[in-house]
């Protein structure tokens, strides 16, 4: 299967269904629930769509209801979406967000989902001719078996152009049975690679931005995530650090799939370090603004001053949701 992806970005992993309490209360005693769909891959799709840059998710889904509101949520984005098998046989995979006071735990139903089951033959008949960047992240690499043989498979087979963008994306409920070690041989065959510091170092140990260049001699590029600090790219020997912006936060969830579309795009687009790493801040910040984990991107008339300021005007400014609309 080809795809009219020219210059463009495919995706592949497992979305989900999310069930959210509606309601107060322990989750044992809610009869209410909001479904929505969550997954790391099709949010970065969802995103880099909405940025401009054709986008297709590739992934397995059940035969089922669910399935069919994931195909219609990611490719409502613009997102193609030709290549999800859709499996007679295995579910589509659910996640339950229990609401508590302390936090809020997440309970995965996806054993033996459709998603599960992916594996190199998935790449079989995928013509990625025109297409400048395969995504994928750790998640995938938990799921099965067959899924991490997938993961091996991209990551491993001749790229002629093609770069390779691995996210992290630490799951630890994900991999209570499974060797999280396989992440390090994972990530160095990456061009690019990012990933969170508190993440990098529940793994690998460490989250220190030169101590993960020794530990990942392999990829070109290196984005240390630092929260609300900020973020570090290394090249080489050369390090760039960026401040994050200033923002009121709405939502936390989702902002770190927005960062990896933004810096992808403008990695894409030729940018230097630093614009890469405000073009990822920038599009976090689209997130945090909003409860959904892909949020509209900020207008234009927001974006391109920040992205080429100065550092004090970078540093002084501060988004808010209520002053982006009304200035709308």
């Known amino acids: 299967m080809s795809f009219d992806q020219a210059g463009g970005v495919v995706c592949l992993g497992e979305t989900m269904v999310v069930l959210v309490p509606a309601e107060q209360g322990p989750a044992h005693e809610v009869v209410h629930w909001t479904r929505a769909i969550g997954g790391a891959e099709s949010n970065v799709a969802c995103h880099l769509a909405r940025l401009g840059v054709p986008s297709a998710w590739v992934s397995a889904v059940g035969a089922d209801a669910f399935g069919r509101a994931v195909l219609d949520a990611v490719g409502g984005t613009g997102v193609d979406v030709t290549a999800?098998?859709?499996?007679?046989?295995?579910?589509?995979?659910?996640?339950?967000?229990?609401?508590d006071a302390a936090g809020s735990p997440v309970r995965y139903y996806r054993r033996g989902s459709a998603a599960s089951a992916m594996g190199p033959e998935t790449l079989e008949g995928l013509d990625l001719t025109g297409v400048r960047l395969v995504h994928v992240s750790g998640i995938t690499a938990?799921?099965?078996?067959?899924?991490?043989?997938?993961?091996?498979?991209?990551?491993?087979?001749?790229?002629?152009g093609l770069l390779v963008s691995f996210d992290l994306n630490w799951r630890p409920a994900l991999w209570h049975d499974r060797d999280p070690a396989v992440l390090r041989e994972l990530a160095n065959a990456a061009d690019i690679v990012l990933a969170g510091a508190d993440e990098a170092e529940a793994v690998w140990g460490t989250g220190d931005p030169s101590a993960l260049r020794e530990l990942l001699p392999g990829p070109t590029s290196i984005v240390v995530k630092l929260g609300e600090h900020g973020a570090t790219l290394v090249e080489d020997d050369t390090h760039t650090y960026q401040p994050a912006l200033r923002v009121d936060v709405v939502e936390p969830v989702g902002a770190g799939?927005?960062?990896?579309?933004?810096?992808?795009?403008?990695?894409?687009?030729?940018?230097?370090?630093?614009?890469?790493?405000?073009?990822?801040?920038?599009?976090?910040?689209?997130?945090?603004?909003?409860?959904?984990?892909?949020?509209?991107?900020?207008?234009?008339?927001?974006?391109?001053?920040?992205?080429?300021?100065?550092?004090?005007?970078?540093?002084?400014?501060?988004?808010r949701a209520g002053n982006l609309r009304e200035s709308a």
Do not use: I, M
């Open 257 to 319: 799939d927005g960062f990896a579309a933004g810096y992808l795009a403008a990695h894409l687009a030729g940018d230097p370090p630093g614009r890469r790493l405000r073009a990822g801040h920038l599009q976090a910040a689209a997130v945090l603004l909003t409860t959904e984990d892909v949020g509209v991107p900020l207008p234009s008339r927001v974006t391109e001053p920040l992205l080429d300021a100065d550092p004090p005007t970078w540093a002084a400014a501060n988004l």
């Open 84 to 99: 999800v098998h859709v499996d007679p046989e295995r579910p589509t995979g659910l996640y339950v967000k229990e609401a």
């Open 142 to 160: 938990a799921l099965s078996d067959s899924c991490l043989a997938l993961l091996r498979e991209v990551l491993t087979k001749p790229r002629d």
